[in-house]
């Protein structure tokens, strides 16, 4: 089998796991949710104030449940010591990688899936730009996420302190994903007058071609252990 | 040699001649930057402070690549070394930059915005990202305690935590400047400024490289000092020996 086919299949388990059992989905839509109505609490009830900050709230809400998505990704492996079976399987570790980050990244969609219209819901911003131009930021953005954090949470779920290690490694990598994700969101709300989008989308691209790639080669490394 | 004087302590005495050296010629000997006055003097510090956080951000890298390959305490030593004096040394250079930055008459002239502890521009952004990391690498060490997953991990961390050296070296090519010129070479520094700076950075890469050596050896004799303490019956497992 090639690696792809192993990743597909990889990627096929962790999708029935989630399908049949939707606690993990459930359980991190709400907590989005409530930091979405946490951030509108704090700011105050200033419409312009929060159709202004939509962007980063959306974003801050989509990084804060990113960190339980992933690491719930591979607790679930440590039960019954699934992960030992699955480093068993004569397959190549980096389809191992790449089934479950891209398993990730379509959990996080689905999140922002829920998450995006209920911030249009809460902040009330408007869309300038076609809706395709936050897609493709939402896409690459939180792939951005996944890719280093499948990796982050492989390590951090077998280690000490889990709850609070995933988060201190993860966040700092993924500064510019946030940057870029909230200065393009607000110009799909804002308009972009001086094209400026693009750019934005582009270091979020070289961001995730960096990141899957490296973090494939030194996934082995991490299951080694 | 005795036993107060070992072979490193060379790089320190060193080190430190040069940098008195260094330091005196910045501090009393040269005159004053024209637009900035007294405090560009700090530049003496700061820049040769930010090269080396950088190349010994660098050795750590190699060393981790190392610590993949090989995976013995000797090069996890190395790697832990070097990514802790990296972290002090990016975080004494987000230190002096800001004393310069809020010494200094900084910001746009056309403004009257002045002296600022911080400024969010590329570079400092990017420090500040690059010195989490490297605490982060750290953090995640302490909470591991078997020796191979300690050694890989720890390994696997830096090198994805060196990604963002290169952007702290490059962003001020690619991007807006912000408060930080272009690379410091002979061809934007004044001349006169040349020699102290270029022996201050001689003088701090040999006292990082002391602190490195230091930091392995006094890892690896403490390792040495648990496994004299560790019965006989459970000394068979090596692996486990360091965590215990």
């Known amino acids: 089998m090639s690696v792809v086919r192993q990743s597909l299949a990889v990627l096929r388990k962790d999708l029935l796991v989630d399908l049949r059992s939707l606690r993990r989905v459930v359980a991190v839509s709400l907590f989005g949710a409530m930091t979405l109505l946490l951030f509108s609490f704090a700011a105050g009830t200033d419409s312009v104030v929060l159709k202004e900050q939509a962007a980063g709230y959306l974003w801050l809400a989509l990084f804060l449940s990113s960190t339980l998505a992933l690491s719930e990704s591979f607790r679930v492996e440590l039960e019954d010591d699934a992960l030992e079976g699955l480093c068993l399987l004569p397959v190549d570790p980096r389809a191992l990688y790449y089934g479950k980050a891209v398993a990730n990244l379509l959990f996080l969609l689905a999140l922002s899936c829920i998450l995006v219209p209920l911030s249009f819901g809460l902040y009330g911003p408007s869309l300038r730009l076609p809706l395709v131009n936050l897609i493709a930021l939402l896409v690459f953005g939180l792939a951005g996420l996944a890719g280093p954090g499948t990796l982050y949470s492989a390590m951090t779920s077998r280690a000490r302190g889990r709850d609070v290690m995933l988060p201190l490694l993860l966040f700092p990598l993924v500064v510019p994903v946030l940057v870029a994700g909230v200065k393009g969101t607000a110009l799909v709300f804002g308009g972009d007058p001086m094209g400026q989008f693009g750019s934005w989308l582009q270091l979020l691209i070289v961001f995730d071609l960096v990141y899957w790639s490296l973090c494939g080669l030194l996934f082995g490394k991490v299951l080694d252990s | ?244």
């Open chain 2, 1 to 244: 040699m005795n036993k107060y004087f070992e072979k490193e302590h060379i790089l320190l005495v060193v080190g430190l001649a040069m940098l008195a050296w260094g330091c005196n010629q910045a501090l009393f000997v040269l005159p004053g930057e024209t637009y900035m006055g007294e405090v560009f003097r700090i530049f003496f510090l700061h820049v040769p402070t930010a090269w080396n956080s950088l190349l010994i951000g660098t050795v750590a890298f190699g060393a981790a690549l190392g610590a993949l390959v090989k995976r013995s305490r000797g090069w996890d030593a190395a790697v832990e070394a070097s990514v802790e004096v990296t972290l002090v040394l990016i975080v004494m250079v987000l230190i002096q930059g800001s004393i310069w930055g809020h010494g200094g008459t900084w910001g746009d002239p056309r403004t009257e915005a002045g002296s600022t502890w911080w400024e969010w521009e590329p570079r400092l952004t990017a420090s500040a990202v690059m010195a989490l990391s490297f605490a982060g690498v750290l953090s995640l060490r302490s909470f591991i305690e078997q020796f191979e997953r300690r050694v890989l991990w720890t390994a696997v961390a830096t090198v994805i935590a060196y990604v963002d050296v290169p952007i702290v070296y490059l962003c001020v090519k690619w991007t807006d400047r912000g408060m930080h010129q272009d690379h410091s070479t002979p061809s934007t520094v004044s001349d006169v400024y040349h020699w102290p700076l270029r022996v201050n950075a001689f003088a701090v890469l040999l006292i990082a490289l002391w602190l490195i050596v230091r930091r392995a050896k006094l890892t690896l004799a403490r390792d040495a000092a648990r496994a004299d303490q560790t019965p006989p019956t459970e000394s068979t497992t090596p692996l486990v020996a360091g965590g215990a």
